[in-house]
Structures are given as C-alpha cells and as structure tokens.
C-alpha cells in the first residue's frame, strides 16, 4: 500500500503530517499582490474622480462668477433724410436721329465734313453735280420766255375779237376760238413758273444740309460716287444734347409716379459708365401709354443736357428715379437685421456692454442699409457681425467695421 506522508490527515494524538514548505512559499506572495494592486487602482481611481470633480466645479464657478465677452462688429442707427428710389438698367438714346439721303440722282463731287464730327443745323454736308439742275432750270426759264411772248398775242386777239363781236363783225365762233387760245397760253405760262420752281428746288437740292445739330456717324458714300434719290443713305446724324435715358418700372410703382410727376419734376440719376464715382443728373420727361404686358413693366424716359457728352447713344447705364425723399428716417447698416420665426430683430448693445434682442419693423432697402420703421433710436449702437454667438444679455467687446475697439465688455479683467 502507497502512502503519502505529506499530505496525510491530522488526527488525535499522533504527531501532524508534515507542511510542504515549498507550497506556502509559492501562495502566499500571489495572494498579496493581487491584494495590493487592486487597492492601488482603486486609490488611484479615486484620486482621478476628485481632480476632475474639483476641476469641474472650479470651471463652474469661474463660469457663474465671470461672463465671457463675444466679440462682435458694430455700428450706429443714424437719423437722416432718406430719398425713396426706383433703380434699373437703362439704356441711352439719341434724343433725334436722322438718317441724310440725297433728294435728287446725281454725283457727289465735294463731302464738306469728317466722320463724327458735331454739326449744327443748316451747315452744308455733301455737294452734288449741279449742272444737270442748272440746265434743267434755264430750259424751264426759257420755255416761259416763250410762252409768255405767246400769251401776249393770244390777248390782243382776244380782246380785237371781243370788240368785233361787240360790233357784230364778228361771228360768236370766232370770238370764242380766241378766248379759248387765251385762256390756253395762260395755263401754259403757269405750268413753266412751276416748271421753275421745281428746277430751281432740285437745284438747291444739290448742296445738302444738316437739318439738326448731332454729331455725323459713319459716312456710307464717298466722293466720286452717284447716289439715287431716295434710295442710298448718305450718314446718320444723332442729336446728343440733350439725350434720352429710357428704363422701365414695375407696373405698380405707376400711380405714385404718375401723381408725384404732376406736384413736382421727378429728378433721375444715371451713373456714368467707366467712372463709378460719377453721375449725371436728368428729369422725367415721358411715361408710355401701355403697361408692356409680357413683363409688366411701363417704359419711362428721361431727358439729360448731357453738355460734357458724357453720355452716348447705345450706352447701358444704373437709372435711378427719384419719388420723394422721407425726412429723418432712422437707418443701420443692411447686416444688423436678422431674421426669425417670429420676425425680424438687431442686436443692440447696451451702455454696460450687454446686448439686448430688439424686434424691429423694417421699411426701404437702401444700397447698404435699411430703414427701421420701428425698434431702434438714433444714435444706438447695434450688432453687425457675431450674431450668431449672442444670446439676451451676453457680454460683448466690440469694434467698428474699419477694425478699432469701440468698448471693453469686461472691465474686471476679462482675459
């Protein structure tokens, strides 16, 4: 029978079995380790809970005893005179245009002006051949010499039968045969005053004139070649003072045009193209009588002396009429406006830095502004940009648009 001393049971008296000491020396240290390392993890554990807890409630009360400032952008509700406008495209005509054709078939032999050029009215522009009218017109001259000397005889023997017949020597026939040979060369004579008339008109019709001031286009016809009468278009005069700017308008904005237009001359601004500092200004002179159905819009013209030509037919140019002007209109710059559910609102910013959420009533949209109908005092300061981080009654340390600090939100220090 195998027996195992060392790991017999102790009973009674006997003497105990023998403790492997080689077994205690391995378990016991495993034991203890383990003990300590968790107790370490959980010390450490909760040394991490309270600095994050500690911190925590350090943040919070640094937060509840201290407002961080927004910085945001400003600028100030201005009262001023405020003009109430109607702007569109326009585009620059010629205030008359007239088109020289030459009258009667003949040879340009002279052009007495440069393309482009301004002319005024009466000043001669092309010479054509007058030869052909001048034969013309001494044959008409010489065909009434001739038919006068006619008329002459045809009187006197007239009157010599009249007398005959007064006499009864005469016979009725011949008396009215003299008569009606009379009567005859007199309508001759007329016809060839008019025949006259006429050669001397085509005559003249050879020196061609400016029938306006303008300033001369292209030229289409140059010396040398013949022209027939109406057919061939010798230039183009354009008279550019004063010129018309023509735009049109929404059909609605109609009535209040037209009943300004009777109380006061409605001014009309035009900016010059190629220099965006300049305009010119004009005054509504014609409004269509027909309301252009496919886009609903009426065509207006005004009328400009345009003295340092600054306008040119053809041009495309930003009109923009004038309907009245509201006095003391409070306006601030076009990005302070904000839009929510229940409207639209600024951002004002208070004397201690604090901003406070206005709704406000808008009116006219300006170039950069708008006018508050309601909501805002003059001289109040409101938010223009950092909208977006603001809330009732949040600090704010603010700056003009140019970029200078305007006011500090925190004067205890704020970092």
Known sequence: MKTFPSTSLWSGDEPGPQINAHH???????????????????LLAAATLSGCSDRASAETKSKKGTLVAVPVVVGRAEAKDVPVEVRNIGNVEAYSTVTIR?????Q??????????????GDLL???????????????????????????SARLEFERQKKLLA???????DYEKAQAAFYGLEATVMADQSAISNATLNLEYTSIRAPIDGRTGNLMVKKGNIVKAPDDSLVTINQVHPIYVTFSVPEQDLPEIRARMREVALPV?????????????????????????????????????????????????????????LPRAIVVPS??????QNGEFVFVVKADS?????PVVIGLSLKDAIVIARGVEPGETVVTDGQLRLTEGAKVTTQTAGGGTTAEADRGGTP
């Open 108 to 121: 340009i032999i002279q052009v007495h002006f440069q393309e482009g050029q301004e002319v005024k009215a």
């Open 24 to 42: 205690i020396t391995e378990r016991r240290p495993r034991r203890s380790l383990g003990v300590a390392f968790g107790l370490a993890a959980a």
């Open 167 to 173: 006499n009864s020597i005469a016979s009725q026939d």
């Open 335 to 340: 990005h302070a406006v904000q839009s929510s």
């Open 269 to 325: 601004q035009v900016g010059v193209p190629g220099d965006a500092t300049a305009t010119v200004q004009g005054e509504l002179t014609f409004i269509d009588n027909s309301v252009d159905a496919t886009t609903g819009r009426i065509k207006l013209k005004g009328t400009f002396t345009n003295e340092n030509d600054a306008l040119w037919p053809g041009q495309f140019v930003q009109a923009t009429l004038t309907l009245r002007t």
């Open 102 to 106: 030459s009258q009667i078939t003949g």
């Open 354 to 358: 604090t901003v406070q959420k206005r």
């Open 126 to 152: 092309f010479s054509i051949d007058p030869r052909p009218a001048q034969g013309a017109l001494r044959h008409a001259q010489a065909d009434l010499k001739r038919d006068e000397a006619q008329l002459v």
